[in-house]
């Protein structure tokens, strides 16, 4: 997982109690003695979703949370100790959100890599994985020979689903590099690379995360594949691609006790790292298309705001024109599970597309 990397003055918060090292190693003597149940059920009540899918956490994930629950009740982390610009906040707060769990999940992995030969566990599912590669493979092969895309019902189902087949059809300079960001395992790029595509990187903030994403990758046979540290909110990394994709890490950026704040630094790191044409790819379980669309049309009208503001200040009274829009909705998977409640219709997992057009 990738997006969040705590500042030296938040470790330092609460200097009577010992800081939670990154690697999620720092622990008081006697942590049952001081937190309720409640405190210990914070991370697995976050992203309890389910569906046909399966459940996104097995018993040990849970366990392993609880853990890191106490870690945040440490350091004096409780949601209701932050306020948020919005004017609600969504989703509460979670370990889940913070860098040191992960580095703690990504250990673990690691070590049943190495003693078991367990490549871990795909976020979301297999099913979905699976899904995914293959509505995203349909989606590029039909930008690439100038196939439309159906409003009702979405990426052609007959588009050839293989690089090697968009190269038949299009330019040489339309060839698909991509990034996967909060790459965790690796294992969503070798959905993509059965897919046919070549040029992929991964980027974790965790440095256990790429360790084991390029040991499962070479045990694959999978040599084509590029891993690296790297934190999308402090991107080093300046290479822009075709195809960026997001499998839970704006998920996890907004579970951070400052997720609105990350969110929006999140969208300004992806303007930035798709290319003109290009598309930005997110699955979620904690929002659903509408609201990924809303979200992105908000963040890029108060840039837009604050364009005028800084041309008014340069240009005086002069009347000023911001430019359009960055990204815009283009497709969305329409095949997974849906419930109704209420009398509305949703699914637990969603799938969105957004094109740069600038």
Not at 190 to 196: F, R, S, T
Not at 316 to 341: E, K, M, N, W
Request: net charge negative; glycine share 8%.
């Amino acid at each position: 997982m990738v997006g969040i990397r705590w500042s030296a003055n938040e470790g330092e918060a609460q200097p009577q109690t010992p800081a939670v090292a990154e690697g999620g190693s720092s622990r008081p003597e006697d942590p049952a003695a001081h937190f309720s149940d409640d405190d210990r059920s914070v991370a697995a009540d976050s992203w309890s979703v389910k569906s046909e899918y399966g459940s996104l956490m097995d018993g040990d994930d849970l366990l392993r949370n609880a853990d890191a629950a106490e870690a945040l009740a440490v350091a004096n982390l409780r949601p209701a100790d932050y306020s948020s610009d919005k004017e609600e906040q969504d989703v509460e707060p979670s370990v889940l959100g913070l860098q040191s769990h992960w580095d703690s999940t990504y250990a673990d992995e690691l070590a049943n890599f190495h003693e078991h030969g367990d490549a871990g566990e795909i976020w979301f599912g297999e099913e979905v994985m699976e899904v995914v590669a293959d509505w995203i493979a349909r989606l590029c092969a039909s930008i690439s020979a100038g196939l439309p895309i159906d409003p009702v019902h979405g990426v052609n189902k007959d588009a050839s689903c293989k690089p090697s087949d968009i190269r038949a059809k299009a330019s040489e300079e339309l060839e698909w590099n991509i990034l996967d960001i909060g790459t965790g395992n690796g294992l969503f790029l070798h959905a993509l690379a059965k897919q046919g595509f070549t040029d992929l990187t991964g980027i974790d903030y965790s440095d256990a995360a790429v360790v084991l994403a390029k040991g499962v990758a070479e045990r694959e046979g999978l040599n084509n594949i590029t891993f690296l540290v790297d934190d999308v909110l402090e991107m080093k990394l300046q290479t822009r691609y075709k195809l960026v994709t997001d499998k839970g890490t704006l998920d996890a950026i907004g579970l951070h006790p400052e997720g609105q704040k990350h969110r929006s630094l999140y969208w300004k790191a992806v303007s930035n790292l798709v290319a003109p044409g290009g598309l930005l790819v997110i699955t979620s379980c904690n929002n659903t298309k509408d609201e990924l669309v809303d979200e992105l049309v908000k963040y890029e009208q108060s840039v837009r705001d604050d364009q005028r503001v800084v041309s008014k200040e340069e240009r005086g009274s002069c009347p000023t024109t911001a430019g359009p829009p960055v990204f815009q909705y283009l497709d969305h998977i329409r095949t997974y599970p849906t419930y109704q409640f209420g009398g509305l219709e949703g699914s637990r997992v969603c799938t969105v597309a957004f094109i740069r057009k600038a």
